[in-house]
């Protein structure tokens, strides 16, 4: 089991949800609105906080718990259609998951996701 996580620009995310909806027996996501920002900003290529900068860029962080075998073509649509070749088009984590319980049918590992 795996937790994928993508930090995409929030104009991507229409197009990042239509490509995962496109995948055979897609799990679902969970789409957070966050704030943040990327390496090599500020003065120096490092990031120079201040009060007007600590958060500037508005982002999208999706959340994804799917099966082994799923997360390779969940990862490759979200680099394809979150992609367009600038900095600061995001980021994907990949995790391992060691349980998982759905609260409202008791299924436990891969029959939860």
């Known amino acids: 089991m795996k937790h994928i996580q993508a930090v995409i620009r929030p104009h991507m995310l229409s197009k990042v949800i239509n490509a995962l909806k496109a995948l055979p027996h897609f799990p679902g996501?969970?789409?957070?609105?966050?704030?943040?920002?990327?390496?090599?900003?500020?003065?120096?290529?490092?990031?120079?906080?201040?009060?007007?900068?600590?958060?500037?860029?508005?982002?999208?962080?999706?959340?994804?718990?799917?099966?082994?075998?799923?997360?390779?073509?969940?990862?490759?649509?979200?680099?394809?259609?979150?992609?367009?070749?600038?900095?600061?088009?995001?980021?994907?984590?990949v995790s391992k998951l060691s349980q998982a319980f759905r609260i409202a049918t008791t299924d436990e590992g891969d029959a939860a996701l």
Not at 41 to 48: A, L, M, N, S, T
Not at 50 to 78: G, K, M, R, T, Y
């Open 29 to 93: 996501v969970t789409v957070l609105d966050a704030k943040g920002y990327g390496r090599g900003q500020g003065e120096g290529g490092k990031f120079d906080a201040n009060e007007a900068s600590i958060f500037s860029d508005d982002v999208n962080i999706l959340n994804i718990f799917c099966s082994d075998p799923q997360s390779d073509q969940i990862i490759e649509a979200i680099k394809k259609a979150a992609r367009t070749g600038k900095e600061g088009d995001g980021l994907v984590v």
